[in-house]
């Protein structure tokens, strides 16, 4: 059964009362047309209970916009949804193609500052939320009386004589549902070890965040990044409307799992009796980062699970012994769930 304004609906008993299924939900490919946007492949995809996000497929099928009942979950950056062809791997660069938006997966063979490892550089946050996914497909499907959607696609980070990391990526939700699931597993198809860091960037923004919000999270402990981070180390979990001159600050979370090993992290906002809820599997993704930046036109939450804390101190990637490795041929699973919650 299919929960769906307000009633418990069959497959049979909803079709008495549409001509086609995209009335109530669906997936539909899009191309952007104008600006540093253009050309991008799109995919939009609502499941009628007011959810609704686009998926870019020339950005390793990350998520960019995203709202629920016309209200935006996500923070999104002045920069747009550029297409990779604008992408810059140098130093900060990466920043001139951060869209922002609910998803933007970090990675795959580094994350943080830019750094140096032997003759090897590199940029801020790594090179796979710019490239391309291929053999990209998407479905809507009847399981019984419940009706998927779900987009998949392979992004592929290679170069000759260098690594090569293969991300495949599957990001399914429902009719009716609030929830979105993504499912990846991350391969070293090379013939050598390869490092491996992966970092998921969920961005959340106005009008969701406010000074009214909270972010409800049991932790272990919690590390700060720098100076700035250690003064506002106690005010982690709350929030100050945009200010002048604010310093980000970022905090690496030990998450505390539940039974199944999975982490949770909410945002709530009792103004708007509305919470964005973020689900993790630690088993792959022990570490959380929350990135706090309170900034005017640069007011953000990022809530970040992480599979490593290596490049915390931006310390040469060889000296750090916790930096993880994919051996030739060996594969890594992750998952998180973003849930949309209405309080009473």
Same mark, same amino acid.
């Given at each position: 059964m299919?929960?769906?304004?307000?009633?418990?609906?069959?497959?049979r008993d909803?079709?008495?009362?549409i001509?086609?299924?995209?009335?109530?939900?669906?997936?539909?490919?899009?191309?952007?047309?104008d600006?540093?946007e253009?050309?991008?492949r799109v995919?939009?995809?609502w499941?009628g209970?007011?959810?609704?996000?686009?998926i870019?497929?020339?950005?390793a099928?990350?998520i960019?916009?995203?709202?629920y009942?016309?209200?935006s979950?996500?923070?999104?950056s002045?920069?747009?949804?550029?297409?990779?062809?604008?992408?810059?791997?140098?130093?900060l660069?990466?920043?001139r193609?951060?869209?922002?938006?609910?998803?933007?997966?970090?990675?795959?063979?580094?994350?943080?500052?830019?750094?140096?490892?032997g003759?090897?550089?590199?940029g801020?946050?790594?090179?796979?939320?710019?490239?391309?996914?291929r053999?990209v497909?998407?479905s809507?499907?009847?399981?019984?009386d419940?009706?998927r959607?779900?987009v998949?696609?392979?992004v592929?980070?290679?170069?000759?004589?260098?690594e090569?990391?293969?991300?495949?990526?599957r990001?399914?939700t429902?009719?009716?549902?609030?929830?979105?699931r993504?499912?990846?597993?991350?391969?070293?198809?090379g013939?050598?070890?390869?490092r491996?860091?992966?970092?998921?960037?969920?961005?959340?923004?106005?009008?969701?965040?406010?000074?009214?919000?909270?972010?409800?999270?049991?932790?272990?402990?919690?590390?700060?990044?720098?100076?700035a981070?250690?003064?506002?180390?106690?005010?982690?979990?709350?929030?100050?409307?945009?200010?002048?001159?604010?310093?980000?600050q970022?905090?690496i979370h030990?998450?505390v799992p539940?039974?199944k090993?999975w982490?949770?992290?909410?945002?709530e906002?009792?103004?708007l009796?509305?919470?964005l809820?973020?689900?993790?599997d630690?088993?792959? /993704? %022990?570490? $959380?980062?929350?990135w706090?930046?309170?900034?005017?036109? =640069?007011y953000?939450?990022? !809530? @970040?699970?992480?599979n490593c804390?290596a490049?915390k101190?931006n310390?040469?990637a060889?000296e750090q012994k916790? /930096? %993880?490795? $994919?051996?030739a041929?060996e594969?890594?699973?992750?998952? =998180?769930?973003?849930?949309? !919650? @209405?309080?009473?």
């Amino acid at each position: 059964m299919t929960d769906l304004y307000r009633r418990k609906w069959t497959r049979r008993d909803l079709a008495r009362y549409i001509g086609s299924i995209d009335q109530v939900a669906g997936i539909k490919p899009l191309e952007a047309a104008d600006g540093v946007e253009r050309g991008g492949r799109v995919f939009e995809v609502w499941t009628g209970s007011g959810l609704s996000f686009n998926i870019l497929a020339d950005r390793a099928l990350d998520i960019s916009a995203c709202q629920y009942k016309g209200m935006s979950l996500a923070w999104r950056s002045s920069v747009g949804d550029a297409h990779p062809t604008y992408y810059d791997p140098s130093g900060l660069a990466w920043l001139r193609s951060f869209q922002g938006g609910l998803l933007v997966t970090c990675g795959l063979d580094t994350f943080g500052r830019p750094n140096q490892d032997g003759e090897e550089q590199y940029g801020l946050h790594g090179r796979v939320s710019n490239t391309p996914a291929r053999e990209v497909n998407y479905s809507g499907t009847w399981v019984g009386d419940e009706y998927r959607l779900e987009v998949c696609g392979e992004v592929r980070q290679t170069r000759v004589f260098g690594e090569n990391l293969v991300m495949r990526r599957r990001i399914s939700t429902a009719m009716g549902s609030n929830r979105i699931r993504v499912e990846d597993v991350v391969t070293n198809e090379g013939f050598s070890s390869n490092r491996h860091m992966i970092l998921y960037h969920v961005n959340s923004g106005f009008p969701l965040l406010s000074e009214k919000a909270r972010l409800k999270f049991e932790v272990l402990d919690t590390m700060p990044s720098d100076q700035a981070s250690r003064q506002g180390i106690k005010d982690w979990m709350v929030f100050q409307p945009p200010t002048p001159g604010y310093l980000e600050q970022n905090f690496i979370h030990v998450p505390v799992p539940d039974e199944k090993g999975w982490a949770m992290a909410e945002l709530e906002n009792p103004e708007l009796k509305l919470g964005l809820r973020l689900s993790f599997d630690t088993s792959t /993704l %022990p570490y $959380l980062n929350e990135w706090k930046m309170m900034g005017e036109g =640069l007011y953000v939450l990022g !809530i @970040e699970p992480i599979n490593c804390i290596a490049n915390k101190d931006n310390s040469p990637a060889h000296e750090q012994k916790l /930096l %993880p490795f $994919l051996e030739a041929g060996e594969s890594r699973s992750y998952a =998180l769930e973003i849930e949309i !919650i @209405e309080y009473p």
